[in-house]
């Protein structure tokens, strides 16, 4: 069965610190990998997707995440976060009709 | 870009009554459409998969006579909580899947309070 392991519970950095954000799966198949986002009291929303091709994708608001196909990676990163990254991150890996969540890791900045 | 609706955002209800919660994709038609609960400080944990027309696939665990969800129509699929219990108190999600970018997108969810 398809799993998605996020290491990190909880980070806590500073303004301007850079980040990264740990993500590991287990799947046999092709997957489509995903990072989202659930700022305190809305919606998850979709931070940056990886279906196929360049295995370093750039999402919105600066995030970027790489795909190590030999490591089943997707790690999460930021050169520098705003004290607006603050919110609760989710790797998620879909192979063939769902979608599993990691456990999620919460940021906070601190401004 | 796509839009999921969930109805309501927010329900109280007395310990054995039935709440159903509807899910819309309301530019798009969604073949597929996914039910997930969120515990508090918790990840998404997925419920069921919901096709149009045919009969949703529980994940174990998963009661599917507790848990009723019907698919009528390539825009909605419902979510009836039967003989709610204070257990069942949480957030609730679905999201659909698009046919042609085969991208999920993640309604508001609905906060289920039993009591």
């Known amino acids: 069965a398809q799993s998605v392991s996020q290491h990190n519970h909880h980070v806590i950095l500073s303004e301007a610190a850079s980040l990264e954000l740990g993500c590991n799966y287990s799947y046999g198949g092709t997957v489509n990998l995903f990072w989202y986002v659930q700022y305190p009291g809305q919606h998850l929303q979709l931070l940056l997707k990886?279906?196929?091709?360049?295995?370093l994708v750039k999402g919105i608001k600066g995030f970027e995440a790489e795909f190590i196909k030999s490591k089943f990676s997707f790690n999460l990163r930021k050169p520098s976060v705003q004290w607006s990254d603050t919110a609760e991150y989710f790797c998620a890996v879909k192979g063939n009709n769902d979608m599993r969540f990691g456990a999620g890791t919460r940021l906070t900045v601190k401004p | 870009g796509a839009v999921v609706s969930q109805h309501p955002s927010r329900v109280i209800c007395k310990s054995g009554t039935s709440v159903k919660i509807e899910c819309r994709s309301l530019?798009?038609?969604?073949?597929?459409m996914f039910w997930y609960r969120q515990f508090p400080k918790q990840s998404l944990m997925l419920m069921a998969t919901?096709?149009?027309?045919?009969?949703?696939?529980?994940e174990q665990g998963v009661e599917k006579d507790k848990f009723l969800i019907n698919h009528a129509s390539l825009t909605l699929s419902t979510l009836t909580v039967t003989s709610a219990h204070p257990e069942d108190s949480s957030f609730y999600i679905c999201?659909?899947?698009?046919?042609?970018?085969?991208?999920?997108?993640f309604g508001p969810g609905t906060r289920l309070t039993v009591t």
């Open positions: 990886y279906f196929s091709g360049d295995p």
């Open positions: 919901s096709n149009e027309g045919s009969k949703a696939t529980y």
């Open positions: 999201s659909a899947l698009t046919g042609v970018s085969y991208e999920q997108y």
């Open positions: 530019d798009f038609q969604a073949t597929t």
